[in-house]
């Protein structure tokens, strides 16, 4: 895929219009996405990377309903390396190049308190099937509780 993904953010809307451009290069997207058959859920579905929380690359969508969210919401911010939809190639973003201001940033950062920078590296180190939404399973429940219920041994207050 090419290096330059700053089309994601740029020139959806040009003269109040939807950029027959930008609607190319999502059509490209998806086509990039529907051939990584480990991204695709059921056979016709995959992750929404829109902007709306409930998306963000954690909702599988059918692949036109996904598309009118990206023409409602444009894609979720810094997705230029697309780990949900098949990309393994890791490309290295110079900081010089985001054109996004404090002030913008600190905007992102209140509106999305739930994807975070730590958030975001923990969902690209678990991979595309990593839902940060599901519960744990029986052994991880009890291990959780376990850790809740007190010290790990006995006579020791001071660590759990």
């Known amino acids: 895929m090419e290096d330059d993904r ?3 953010y740029e020139g959806r809307i040009v003269n109040g219009m939807f950029s027959n451009e930008w609607g190319d290069k999502v059509d490209e997207f998806v086509e990039f996405a529907l051939r990584h ?6 056979g016709i579905a995959i992750r929404c990377p829109c902007t709306l929380v409930k998306c963000q690359n ?5 692949v036109e309903t996904m598309k009118v969210h990206l023409y409602r ?3 979720m911010p810094d997705y230029y390396v697309w780990i949900y939809h098949g990309e393994k190639q890791v490309h290295q973003r110079c900081s010089s190049s985001v054109r996004v201001s404090v002030s913008e940033t600190d905007q992102m950062v209140s509106d999305n308190m739930n994807h975070t ?3 975001r ?4 180190a678990a991979g595309p099937e990593f ?3 599901e519960e744990p399973n029986a052994e991880a429940r009890n291990f959780y509780d376990m850790i809740r219920a ?6 020791n207050s001071n660590h759990t």
Request: with cysteine.
């Open 73 to 75: 919401n444009g894609f």
């Open 58 to 62: 954690k909702k599988f969508l059918n």
């Open 150 to 155: 007190g010290p790990v041994y006995e006579g």
């Open 6 to 8: 700053e089309w994601m």
């Open 121 to 124: 590296m923990v969902c690209d």
């Open 131 to 133: 839902n940060p939404d």
């Open 117 to 119: 920078t730590y958030h």
């Open 37 to 42: 058959p480990e991204c695709v859920n059921g």
